[in-house]
Structure formats: structure tokens, C-alpha cells
């Protein structure tokens, strides 16, 4: 008996369908791109619960002729294909005549429409792939499509489905997209009966950005228009110091559709290339116009993916239209005074401000011999200077202390005052043992004077631990402002300070966590994120809060942060937020502890004291110290090696002692 079986109409079409719906926002994305077709110039999306239960796409167009309704839901029936050699002039964003005969397959669906040219409008009814009713209506010209009750009869698919606040982003971002491509569109979506999106549809992309990304975004964005050959580039780009900690913010659209193209995202990260700081992504909305010939739509479900005739036309498109772009502006970042606004609920009296503290100089004892020693003129002079200097880094203090010659040393707080924000945490690690001392009155010079002249000072690291790589080390200095110089028992040891410090700020994470300590913002800081990253936030507040974040949902894509732990102090915590998103959204499958690795990844290297800061001997003492304490200090958590040798041997022959 044969084997091979012929599958039942309706099998045959759950199967296919499968291919097309995936989810509420296929669903949604098919439905818009009908709505885009038809001509619409105002469309309406709606759900209910995620869009699982609920799910209305509205539109103004053309409308469907009444006796084209019972074909609209067969299979691989289109009006805007007729033979083989349309698809290599593909314009519109369907094509396939999939969309609704798979919706209809597993989904409940209503449709009413209706053309300029009827008196009365259709309504039909499909349930599972077959049609219920087909009878008048009355209705506007356009056409409303309603889905109810996604994969009712799939269980298997129906089990695959997130929570309904996570599919209603999805749709939300689905439209979003949309709304984008087709900024002379009048777009509006409606979630559970309250409008989140509604954009003027004035042509203008700039509109459309203001109403979804928001007036702080849309401020910071500059026009891109460029053509090469038979290929042109238009949108907006975002100024550097505007750029995101992740790509969830670059949008490209071919021939108004949106794809996701890695030619497009390497060729504007290029573009940007020396204008931004590692692990920063430019934002962009790009609209690409190709040949229809010379680009193919046809190679994935979806559409979202396409296949460019040449790969390299389009990067030098993309790259030369940005390049430009940037280089008719000046990129050095404005510092804007912040409005300010009159606050109803604010005290009538100034809060008094706390006086000024510093870090206790007896912290920084013993100092060493290689020290900087200036005499009185000159120290006054250099700090006239350094008082005077603009520079973008935190202005750094010194520690005026007097030697028995009479000379003055300058000594910085140790690396765990600078960068500042960080001495809570790790001041806590240099003394596990003993509570954190909170900073005293600074003290009169007179008295620092004659505390140090009863010091005294050395630059050898003591003993903490046998047989360990720093036993004996004495610190030469650094050179670079990145690496540590030390002569260890006959070889020499380089450290890079970023990567030491990372690890030990990671295994204090791992160990102990973030801590408990929290200080509240005088002002919070509003997070805007993308439907996604705003999903995986809001479901993850409690793994920010084990990362020192407190924050609180604040709906409409925002996230709202109110208190943050000391180690955060002074840190962009908006990219921070949006960092831990990405990593949630793209490790959902992951085990929570596997997620707060991540997490504290993120930290430890945005804590870390950063290669180019200046550091003292005093506190580069203070970082091996902590290394020879910790024992796991032999890679920084990304697995670059925290120091490298070089064996007296080694050096001598380099020299030509060894023969």
C-alpha cells in the first residue's frame, strides 16, 4: 500500500499558513500592508488582549468589489500579480495572495468593505478556512478587517504565544514600522480601548518620527538626501552624541519597505565610524529607493528580508548618503541649558544644600617614594592651572601633604574615588571587614602636614598572598594612562588597569550583588525604549532591581527610574536600561542567573576606572592590592587578559646580553 498521502484542503492550509502567521503582529503586518495597497490614506489599528482576542485593521481605501470577496481568501489569489514577469516589478508591499487565506485558516475573521461604486457594503464571515456568511452591509468606503480568537483551532501554536502584553507590543511595533514607511499615511492604534499612536500623515518623516520616538528624538536628527546612479537615499540620522546603546533604533525601508538589512547597518556604523564611542549604534530612518529589478522581496515569508542584485551599490548608497550628511554639520555636542519649568508641588523654601565633602587622607597611606614632589610656588601654581582647565572628564582633587624637605606632595584619592561614583562599592571591598567610613570636613593643610610628617612612604606592595604574580611587585608607574608598570621577582608585569578593576567590580557582584543601598534622583530619569525592549523591561523590573535600578513602569513605551544604587552614581543609566533590555530581549531563553552575569557584565565594565584616566601611585597601590586579595583577577569578564609578562630572559635577549 502506498505511502504517500494526499492532505486534506484544510491541513494543507494550517500547514502553509504556519509559514505566513506567526503571531498576532503577522497577522497585523499582512493586514497593514493590504490597508498600504488599497490606497488608504488614514488607517485605524485596534486590539484587545495582545491582539489575540481582538484585532481590527481599518482603512479609507479602494474597498473590494463584492464579487471579489469570496476569491480574496483563496489561496495565492492576488490582484497585483498576473504572470512571471511581474515579480521582477514588484511595488507594492503584497504579492503572494497568502495573507488572508492563512489568517482565515486559523483565525475567526470578519471582513466589511465596500467601493465608491456600491450602494451597500459586504460582510462576510470566515471561521477556520471556510466561509460562514456572505451578505450586505452598510459601512464606509474602505475595508475593515476583524480577527478574533488567533489560533483557536491550533492548539499547538496557541501554546508558543507570550503573554498578551508582549504580543501587544509586538503589534504596536509592527505598526509603528508601518506608520514609518508611510509617513503620508494617518496612522492610529488602539490598545484595549486607549490610543498609543496617532500620527498626522503630512508626508513629512520627520512628523512621524515626533509621534513615535518622541520631540526629544525628533530635535536631535538631521536630514539625509543623497543619490548614486539609479539608486537614492533620503531620511534622517541622528547626531552622534544622540546614538543608542543598542540597533533597535536604526530603521531601514526599500521602496518604503521595512527589512532588515546587515549591507544597510554596516554601511552607516562605518559612516559613523571615529564619531562614536564603542558599543554606541547611530539611529537612523532610511529610505531607500531601488530599481524594482534590482532587488528581490521574494526571499523570505515575511518580506522582511531581501537580496540585493548588488550588495555593494547599496553600501556605497548607504555610506556616502551619511557620510555626507554628517559632514555638513558640526558634530561637537551642544550643551543646551535645560528649561526651567515652575513646579506646583515644590516646597516654598530652597532645600539647603549638604556642604562639601572630601575622602579622609589617612585612607591613602602609606604613599610611595615615586610620588610627584614639587615645592610650595609651584604647587599653588599647578592647581591655579588645574582649577582653570575645561576639560569633559570629572575635575580630579589632590591632596596637598608636606615632607621633611620642605616640598608639598600631590596625591589623587585612590581608585575607588575615581571615577567618584564607585567608592561606596568598592571601598568595600578594600575592607570587607570594617563598615564604609563616610567622608569627613576636610581638615586645614596645617594639620595635613603634620600628620604626613610622621608617615612614611613606600611603593612596595606588601604580602597577601604566596605564590602569587604580584609577591614582591613594586609599581614603576603607568604609561598611556592605561597600563600599570610593575617589577615583579625577575620579570616584568603589565597590567591594564580597566580590565583589572572590571574583574574585581564582577566577582564583587557576583559575590555580594549589587547591595541593598539605594539613594533616591532628585529628578527621574524617563527611559524611553522600542515595544520590544520595553516589553522585556517591564516584565524584568525585579532583575533591575537585583542590578541596583529601581524603576517603575510608566507605560506608553517609557520607563521610569527613581533610585539607582551608589556604584550607578554619575552613570548614563538611560543607556544602561536600554543595554539591559537588549540583553533580556535577546536571552529570553536563558536562566535568570545566566541573565544577572550579563547584567553585571554591563556594570563592572561601565564602573571600571577607564584607560586614559590618570592615577596616582598611591591608587594604583590600592588596585594590585585588591588584585593580590581577590585571586580571580586573571581575566576581565569579557576574557581579555588583565596583565601580560615578560621574563628578565626575554627582556636581556631582545637586548643581546644572552648572546
Do not use: W
Not at 531601514?252 to 549591507?263: A, D, E, M, P
Not at 556642604?355 to 609651584?378: A, C, R, S, Y
Not at 582649577?387 to 600631590?410: A, C, Q, V
Not at 547584567?599 to 564602573?607: G, K, N, P, Q, S
Amino acid at each position: 500500500m502506498g505511502k504517500i498521502n494526499i492532505l486534506e484542503k484544510q491541513v494543507a492550509e494550517m500547514i502553509a499558513a504556519g509559514e505566513v502567521v506567526e503571531r498576532p503582529s503577522s497577522i497585523a503586518k499582512e493586514l497593514l500592508e493590504n490597508a498600504i495597497d488599497a490606497g488608504a490614506t488614514a488607517i485605524t489599528a485596534e486590539i484587545r488582549g495582545g491582539g489575540i482576542q481582538y484585532l481590527r485593521i481599518t482603512d479609507n481605501g479602494y474597498g473590494i468589489d463584492r464579487e471579489d470577496v469570496p476569491r480574496a481568501f483563496l489561496r495565492h489569489a492576488t490582484s497585483k500579480v498576473r504572470e512571471s514577469g511581474d515579480l521582477n516589478h514588484i511595488m507594492t508591499m503584497g504579492f503572494r495572495g497568502e495573507a488572508l487565506a492563512s489568517i482565515a485558516a486559523m483565525c475567526r475573521v470578519e471582513l466589511l468593505t465596500r467601493t465608491a461604486e456600491e450602494m451597500a457594503g459586504t460582510r462576510c464571515l470566515m471561521e477556520g478556512g471556510e466561509q460562514i456568511s456572505l451578505e450586505d452591509t452598510g459601512c464606509p468606503v474602505g475595508t475593515t478587517m476583524i480577527v478574533r480568537d488567533v489560533f483557536y483551532n491550533t492548539p499547538a501554536r496557541m501554546k508558543f504565544l507570550k503573554k498578551d502584553v508582549t504580543e501587544g507590543n509586538s503589534v504596536q511595533a509592527v505598526t509603528e514600522k508601518a506608520a514609518l514607511a508611510e509617513p503620508g499615511i494617518a496612522f492610529r492604534f488602539i490598545r484595549d480601548g486607549i490610543t498609543k499612536l496617532q500620527t498626522t500623515g503630512d508626508g513629512e518623516p520627520l512628523s512621524a518620527v515626533r509621534a513615535i520616538f518622541g520631540r526629544e528624538f525628533a530635535q536631535k536628527v538631521l536630514p539625509v538626501r543623497y543619490s548614486y546612479g539609479s539608486l537614492s537615499l533620503e531620511g534622517l540620522i541622528c547626531y552622534p552624541e544622540s546614538a543608542r546603546a543598542s540597533r533597535s533604533m536604526q530603521n531601514f525601508f526599500i521602496n518604503r519597505r521595512f527589512v532588515h538589512s546587515r549591507t544597510c547597518m554596516a554601511a552607516i556604523e562605518e559612516a559613523y565610524k571615529g564619531a562614536l564611542m564603542t558599543s554606541k549604534f547611530p539611529a537612523c530612518i532610511l529610505y531607500l529607493t531601488v530599481p524594482p529589478q534590482a532587488v528581490d522581496v521574494n526571499v523570505h515569508p515575511a518580506k522582511t528580508e531581501v537580496r540585493f542584485a548588488s550588495e555593494k551599490d547599496i553600501f556605497s548608497l548607504v555610506y556616502y548618503g551619511c557620510k555626507t550628511a554628517l559632514g555638513t554639520v558640526n558634530l561637537a555636542p551642544e550643551i543646551a541649558i535645560p528649561e526651567k519649568r515652575p513646579n506646583p508641588f515644590a516646597a516654598s523654601q530652597s532645600p539647603v544644600l549638604p556642604k562639601q565633602q572630601q575622602i579622609n587622607e589617612k585612607k591613602h597611606i602609606p604613599f610611595d617614594k615615586g610620588t610627584l614632589h614639587v615645592n610650595t610656588q609651584e604647587y599653588h601654581r599647578m592647581v591655579s592651572a588645574s582649577s582653570n582647565e575645561k576639560s569633559s572628564k570629572p575635575s580630579r582633587r589632590f591632596l596637598d601633604i608636606s615632607t621633611d624637605s620642605g616640598d608639598l606632595i600631590l596625591c589623587s584619592p585612590s581608585v575607588y574615588e575615581e571615577p567618584e561614583q564607585i567608592k561606596n562599592t568598592v571601598s568595600s571591598l578594600a575592607a570587607p571587614s570594617e563598615p564604609f567610613q563616610e567622608p569627613i570636613e576636610p581638615e586645614p593643610v596645617s594639620e595635613l602636614v603634620e600628620q604626613a610628617s610622621q608617615t612614611s612612604h613606600t611603593n612596595e606592595i606588601p604580602d597577601c598572598k604566596e605564590n602569587n604574580l604580584y609577591d614582591h611587585a613594586r609599581i614603576l608607574g603607568e604609561i598611556f594612562s592605561t597600563y600599570i608598570i610593575l617589577e615583579g621577582k625577575d620579570e616584568l608585569i603589565i597590567v591594564d588597569k580597566h580590565a583589572a578593576h572590571e574583574r574585581l567590580l564582577f566577582n564583587k557582584l557576583m559575590g555580594q550583588g549589587i547591595g541593598e543601598e539605594r539613594q533616591m534622583l532628585l529628578e527621574p530619569i524617563t527611559v524611553h525604549l522600542s515595544a520590544e525592549e520595553y516589553s522585556v523591561a517591564a516584565e524584568n523590573l525585579e532583575l533591575l532591581e537585583k542590578a541596583g535600578i529601581t524603576a517603575d513602569d510608566f507605560g506608553n513605551g517609557c520607563i521610569l527610574v527613581r533610585e539607582i544604587a551608589p556604584v550607578l552614581s554619575g552613570l548614563e543609566i538611560a543607556d544602561i536600561v536600554t543595554e539591559f533590555a537588549q540583553k533580556l530581549l535577546h536571552g529570553s531563553q536563558r536562566l535568570i542567573s545566566q541573565r544577572m552575569e550579563n547584567l553585571f557584565h554591563t556594570i563592572a565594565c561601565r564602573a571600571a576606572v577607564k584607560a586614559g584616566d590618570k592615577l596616582e601611585i598611591p591608587s594604583l597601590n590600592e588596585l594590585i592590592i585588591l588584585m593580590q586579595e581577590d585571586g580571580d583577577v586573571s581575566h576581565c569578564p569579557h576574557g581579555r587578559p588583565v596583565a601580560i609578562r615578560m621574563p628578565r630572559h626575554t627582556l636581556e635577549k631582545k637586548f643581546g646580553r644572552l648572546g
